[in-house]
């Protein structure tokens, strides 16, 4: 502290000595409101600027210490048209760093770009906003479970400009009235929890007056010491988008350990300067949402959705006291057609920069130290091209995932110091083909198919090494026994089947008497038979001759033998009942002379079925 | 005692394949439409078993999904996540690095070499199949190749089992089982052994090698195998079975497999060094002799000069041998037999001398209702399996006998071992169970046909009748049969409803996520192992030293990323005494201790809130034994009572003061944790905790979980003097 105050001193006898470089700009009227009731440090000024010079002024000078500077996270100037009530549309208006001469060394300078130039006389208002991380010093820098968080800040009660100004006020907010102590001047006071400077008159450039804040201040002190966002695109109708954070909890250390008992009692007076929750807020109809890290799921997450925004309320794994660290992963799919637009051929995804974990409703602020945002593209995406808002880091790389043969192009953004101020919408147009979409689809089916064809050919093929081995030949052999005898069984079972024709003619004559028809019938399965007897010599033959079926084929004979007794038999009963029925004698005489048929038929019918079956098993 | 429990789990899926269509031929009214669409019996029967076969492997493997879908895709027990964190190692640094690998976070002062004393197969199987999957572009990550690869080999054991059950019964084993375990290549082995000897091919024998040779890499149970073959080979030979086939698969096993095994250094040369292996080379010689008389038997004719000859060789032989024997014993070139292999030939010996072993509940002999509970039906179709066997006695059948009768006592010793006879007892219960179901549906058959024909044709000829009133010489039989068959089914199918049971709720929840109802059904998860584990790997310096019992190591190291002093790899008894030392002593005395191992952190578990019951304090009396048996200033006697282990008021006072004591129930004493019972309660106990009032000197809470489950504590560095 004391190497900063001395600092300081020094700094402020430079700058009186030095000489402004464009002293012809006045600010008239100076509001400075700083917001102290987070831990990101946010000054919104007001800025009357008026040109008492003769010369056409096109640019307006803002200083920052260099130790504020170098916290800086967020710098917005704007102004408006119009006076009063009657404002115009506000126009923001580029900043850049500039280094004038004579300007002090431990000042960093941005000038303000006027969209149109000053006029001798006239007056502009100006808005600027700037966001600091990292500006609240906890002090002490170690407390107890049971402490409360308190903080430092550190300004100039008077506007550090290099124009002359007329008159200022400076207005505090702070989290709470708690204040342990605060720098007095003249007219300061203290009113609830706000510190009012000022106002202040006609002060010469590069007025600076210390002023030390000393409050309590337990808001969440989140920090993402490193925050990397992966969003992947796959036009099959989902943005996913992944988050892995590396939380830190910012504030004062944790000393002395951690009491559970204290804790679990009275989480809010024994744990005043911790935090164990957080909240994301998702864009609406967000779907598939995870929460985890390297060891595993994470259960203490709980998640809300309506119309305008999904909410994602998250737990660390532990209460965050100061100086842990934790880090976890969060993910969710997003409906492609809500982000994916087309314009002039090219298709540009609208998505938004910041990470979705959102100080204003929970107050808990969230600052990314480092950021990277990574797009991943589809394969085979072209034209690569991004506009952002705001100035990054950028570079193009090649992701692996599934079923990628070239890779998919990813475009990385990075950006150091994000405040919840970055959540803004950025664009990455690209070229992508429709049919580039069926490629991994294809890959797979052609994968399988491939796969499959490679099982048939390896059933079809032969790959015995050696063609004239007995036991190779023998196989072969047997699978044209088997062969056969299938072919064998096949024909068997149609002449059964012609048996049940000439059974069913004879049923049918029992029934209508039609002796022709009957006939006919049995003409029929006379050729049949006839014709099967042919097709079976051949198979019969090759059996006989065959050494492999030399077990099957006494079976294969017998069944044969049976079969053609069978016929016989049926036959045999076939025109006896025809003959009866010409002779037109009864019944009872039909059934005697039959039976012994019918008898002989059955018991014929069952054996063969049971060779059948034999036969089948071997 | 130690919270390792493993799935030693009898899982079988009993899918009948319905006997091959025997009344095709019988119905000829349908044949003709049914003619195009009918596939010849071999092919139908074919496209039967492949479907079961198929069903059984999904089956197989979804039966082991049950907790990752209740919880997520992780590894939930104690031990495998050190095969993870290796796993994860290999894929990272490549084989060579993980060779080479000295773990310098585990047995803090001392390291582990990693590559040197582990069975590397689990791991590599792993990266294995991630870098195959890697190779075909499916961006899979390795932790849940990890968690997959145990269903994977799980269904791949079942459909192994099926193929040993063929080959040694026939091809109408009908039933299979998933038997899912972890350490799956036990039945490749056995079945390219078995085959071998069915078959004497020498290509098959290569195949048991390289079965044996992963077995060996993966598990250290392969010590059993090892044994069980040369036993069952000296079966053969006593019984006279000795065959060619027998001499080519056994020596070509023996001596590949040896020298295959002697690839991996944790095994080294132990093959010939160590007692546990001498089984298989005295087996080895005993075959060359046989061999070699075998020859001249066939060279001499005289029968009385090869009696003669027979005696000189075998005494030679047997004195030569037990001469070797006794000399590698007595110069100490062979080892003598390990602790844990007299354990399983005397129950009781771990008990007595190393209590390390005897701590472990997995090392615990085996209830006779955990036995029932994991094999329900099959401990009555074993014995009848038996039956069939001895019935159809051949090379194959004793082999599954031998192999059934061994692990089945050594599953009787150690707990889990079960899963060791497991595949044994489902095999041979699947052939009394085939066998069965195989006489009773002939049965059916032949008398259905009988009926059938009878009544299509009304007039019954004389010689079906014949046959007809011969089979009723017995009653009912039919009906019996069909009866029985019923029954056997449904008491199958009993049994798959109740593995599926078992998987489900004893064997699917994790040790490392703890689940309870809550007060409104609703499930309320216990994280705090993780939330502990975590906290250290975010909140500890990355070089912290953390002193924890040991079953919480591979944990630590793997979740938490910090060294630790002693982990699950049990392999110096006498660190492990230290940390018992530690733990049992007084505050002071304790902090010597942890002072000179350089311990930053202390990490207990603690049940006394949720009242999770294997916590710190019921495995406490582990650590005085395993403390005291190599310090003795630690005496048993001084935590007990009356022979009895309690905490409250009638404890013993050392008990009341020593570290571990006061590390689980530090300012406990303020706690209400159950509705109308005084404050410092202990629900895992059912007591009130006797010293309500700890006070720690030399160590500070640094992190309590939201349960209580895990503390940590910080070891205060030494004070100054001035």
């Not at chain 1, 130790?67 to 009063?84: I, P």
């Not at chain 1, 598939?288 to 203490?300: C, L």
């Not at chain 1, 015995?464 to 024909?491: F, G, H």
């Not at chain 2, 040993?164 to 056995?190: M, N, T």
């Amino acid at each position: 502290m004391g190497s900063r105050f001395a600092f300081f001193f020094l700094f402020s006898s430079i700058a009186i000595l030095s000489t402004p470089a464009s002293s012809d700009l006045i600010i008239s009227k100076l509001d400075r409101r700083i917001d102290l009731t987070s831990h990101i440090v946010r000054v919104a000024s007001t800025l009357k600027v008026e040109n008492a010079g003769p010369a056409v002024v096109s640019e307006v000078l803002l200083t920052i210490p260099n130790y504020q500077a170098k916290n800086l996270a967020y710098l917005l100037a704007s102004s408006y048209e119009g006076k009063g009530k009657t404002k115009g549309p506000t126009i923001s208006l580029p900043v850049e760093v500039v280094h004038p001469k004579g300007m002090p060394l431990d000042l960093t300078t941005y000038s303000i770009s006027l969209s149109k130039g000053l006029e001798k006389g006239e007056s502009l208002t100006l808005d600027v906003f700037a966001a600091f991380s990292h500006s609240l010093q906890p002090f002490p820098e170690e407390i107890t479970q049971a402490d409360i968080q308190l903080v430092l800040f550190q300004d100039s009660a008077f506007y550090l400009s290099p124009y002359q100004v007329t008159a200022q006020s400076l207005s505090v907010r702070l989290p709470s009235a708690r204040v342990e102590s605060y720098t007095k001047l003249q007219n300061t006071k203290l009113v609830e929890s706000e510190i009012k400077y000022g106002p202040y008159e006609n002060l010469p450039p590069f007025s600076y007056n210390s002023i030390v804040v000393h409050f309590e201040n337990n808001r969440p002190f989140a920090v993402a010491h490193e925050l990397v966002r992966e969003i992947e695109i796959s036009h099959w109708g989902s943005v996913q988008i992944n988050e892995h954070y590396n939380l830190i909890h910012g504030g004062a250390r944790n000393k002395g350990g951690f009491s559970r008992i204290e804790y679990q009692g009275r989480p809010n007076i024994r744990g005043a300067s911790s935090f164990r929750r957080l909240v994301a807020r998702l864009p609406p109809r967000a779907h598939s949402v995870y929460y985890r890290d390297e060891i595993g799921n994470i259960s203490t997450s709980s998640l809300w959705g309506d119309s305008r925004q999904t909410e994602l309320e998250i737990e660390p794994r532990f209460p965050m006291f100061g100086g842990w660290k934790t880090s976890f992963t969060i993910g969710y799919g997003l409906p492609l057609q809500d982000f994916l637009f087309e314009s002039e051929g090219k298709r540009f995804l609208n998505i938004s920069f910041g990470c979705p974990i959102d100080e204003v409703v929970v107050d808990n602020l969230f600052v990314k130290a480092s950021n990277l945002t990574q797009v991943v593209l589809p394969e085979g995406s072209k034209e690569i091209s991004v506009s952002v808002p705001f100035s990054t880091k950028q570079w193009q790389e090649i992701k692996h995932s599934h079923l990628d043969i070239v890779g998919r192009p990813v475009v990385v953004l990075q950006k150091t110091k994000v405040v919840p101020e970055h959540n803004l919408h950025f664009q990455v147009y690209y070229k992508f083909n429709n049919l580039a979409l069926l490629q991994e689809p294809l890959m797979l089916i052609f994968g399988f198919f491939i796969f499959f064809v490679a099982c048939i050919v390896y059933m079809h093929t032969d790959m015995s090494i050696s063609k004239s081995s007995a036991s190779y030949l023998a196989k072969l052999q047997w699978d044209e026994v088997q062969a056969t005898v299938q072919q064998v069984l096949s024909i068997i079972n149609r002449c059964l089947t012609v048996h049940d024709k000439l059974e069913a003619s004879l049923h049918d004559l029992s029934r209508n008497g039609d002796v022709q028809a009957c006939k006919a019938v049995r003409k029929a399965a006379d050729a049949l038979f006839k014709e099967y007897a042919k097709e079976l010599k051949p198979l019969l033959g090759f059996l006989q001759s065959s050494p492999q079926a030399a077990h099957v084929w006494p079976k294969v004979d017998e069944l044969v033998a049976k079969e053609k007794e069978m016929q016989e038999r049926s036959m045999l009963k076939h025109s006896s009942v025809v003959e009866c029925y010409e002779k037109k004698s009864g019944g009872r005489d039909v059934e005697n002379r039959v039976a012994s048929h019918q008898a002989k038929l059955t018991a014929l019918r069952h054996e063969v079925d049971d060779l059948l079956e034999v036969i089948d098993e071997i | 005692m130690g919270g390792k429990h493993e799935s030693a789990n009898g899982l079988k899926a009993p899918i009948s394949t319905p006997t091959p269509p025997a009344h095709v031929s019988l119905r000829p009214d349908f044949f003709p439409n049914l003619k195009s669409l009918k596939l010849k019996t071999k092919q139908q029967e074919l496209l039967l078993r492949v479907t079961t076969l198929c069903l059984v492997y999904l089956l197989a493997f979804i039966i082991r999904l049950f907790s990752v879908l209740r919880y997520e895709s992780m590894i939930h027990e104690f031990d495998p996540y050190f095969n993870y964190r290796t796993t994860l190692f290999l894929t990272r640094h490549g084989f060579y690095e993980f060779w080479n690998w000295f773990d310098s976070e585990s047995w803090y002062p001392l390291g582990r070499i990693i590559g040197g004393t582990l069975y590397p197969g689990l791991m590599v199987t792993a990266a294995f199949l991630y870098w195959v999957l890697r190779f075909l572009r499916f961006a899979v990550n390795i932790k849940d190749v990890c968690v997959l690869t145990a269903p994977f080999f799980a269904s791949n054991t079942t459909l192994v089992a099926y193929f040993f059950g063929k080959e040694i019964w026939d091809s109408g084993c009908r039933h299979r089982r998933g038997r899912p375990h972890r350490h799956l290549p036990w039945v490749h082995l056995a079945v390219g052994r078995r085959v071998a000897v069915n078959t004497g091919s020498l290509a098959w024998a290569l195949g048991s090698a390289f079965g044996y040779f992963y077995m060996v890499s993966a598990w250290g149970g392969y010590v059993f195998i090892i044994n069980l073959v040369p036993l069952y080979v000296l079966v053969l030979l006593i019984t006279g079975r000795y065959s060619m086939r027998l001499y080519v698969a056994y020596c070509t096993m023996y001596v590949l497999g040896m020298l295959l095994a002697m690839q991996i250094r944790f095994v080294g040369f132990q093959h010939v060094q160590s007692g546990e292996h001498m089984a298989a080379m005295g087996v080895f010689f005993l075959m060359q002799v046989f061999y070699f008389l075998d020859w001249v038997k066939h060279l001499l004719s005289d029968t009385k000069l090869f009696q003669d000859f027979l005696r000189i060789t075998v005494t030679c032989a047997v004195s030569v041998g037990g001469l070797a024997l006794g000399v590698g014993m007595a110069s100490g070139f062979i080892s003598p037999w390990t602790g844990r292999f007299y354990s399983l030939l005397d129950p009781t010996y771990a008990k007595d001398h190393i209590p390390i072993i005897a701590s472990v509940s997995e090392h615990q002999p085996t209830a006779w209702s955990s036995f029932m509970f994991d094999y329900h039906i099959l401990l009555f179709l074993f014995p009848a399996g038996l039956y069939f066997c001895f019935k159809r006695l051949s090379d194959a059948t004793i082999f599954i006998v031998m192999y059934g009768l061994t692990s089945l006592y050594f599953a009787g010793v150690m707990v889990r071992l079960i899963l060791v006879a497991t595949p044994a007892v489902c095999l041979i219960s699947a052939i009394a169970v085939s066998a069965t179901v195989k006489n009773l549906t002939t049965l059916v058959r032949t008398k259905s046909k009988v009926i059938h024909t009878g009544s299509s044709k009304g007039t019954a000829s004389a010689k079906t009748s014949a046959k007809a009133s011969l089979d009723q010489s017995l009653p009912f039989q039919r009906n019996g049969a069909i009866a029985l068959l019923v029954g056997a089914f449904y008491l199958l199918s009993r049994y798959a409803t109740h593995c599926t049971w078992v998987t489900s709720e004893a064997y699917s929840s994790p040790s490392i996520v703890l689940a309870a109802r809550g007060a409104h059904g609703g499930r309320v998860i216990f994280d705090d192992y993780r939330e502990a584990y975590f906290w250290l790997r975010q909140n500890t310096p990355p070089d912290a030293k953390v002193m924890s019992w040991w079953d919480y190591g591979y944990q630590i190291t793997a979740m938490g990323n910090r060294t630790v002093i002693v982990d699950n790899n049990t392999w110096n008894n006498t660190h492990i005494a230290t940390v018992g030392r530690a733990m049992s002593s007084y505050e002071d005395e304790a902090y010597e201790i942890m002072h000179s191992l350089d311990v930053d952190y202390v990490l207990v578990v603690f049940g006394g809130v949720t009242g999770y019951s294997s916590d710190d304090i019921n495995k406490f009396l582990w650590m005085v034994r395993i403390g005291g048996g190599v310090f003795p200033v630690i005496k048993e006697p001084d935590y007990l009572v009356n022979g009895e282990f309690r905490v409250d008021k009638g404890a013993a006072p050392k008990m009341l003061n020593c570290l571990m004591y006061k590390l689980c129930y530090y300012r406990f004493g303020e706690l209400t944790t159950e509705y109308g019972k005084p404050p410092g309660y202990d629900r895992a106990r059912g007591v009130e905790i006797g010293n309500k009032d700890v006070k720690l000197e030399y160590l500070e809470e640094a992190f309590t979980t939201s349960n209580w489950i895990v503390r940590i504590y910080k070891v205060k560095p030494p004070s100054n003097r001035w």
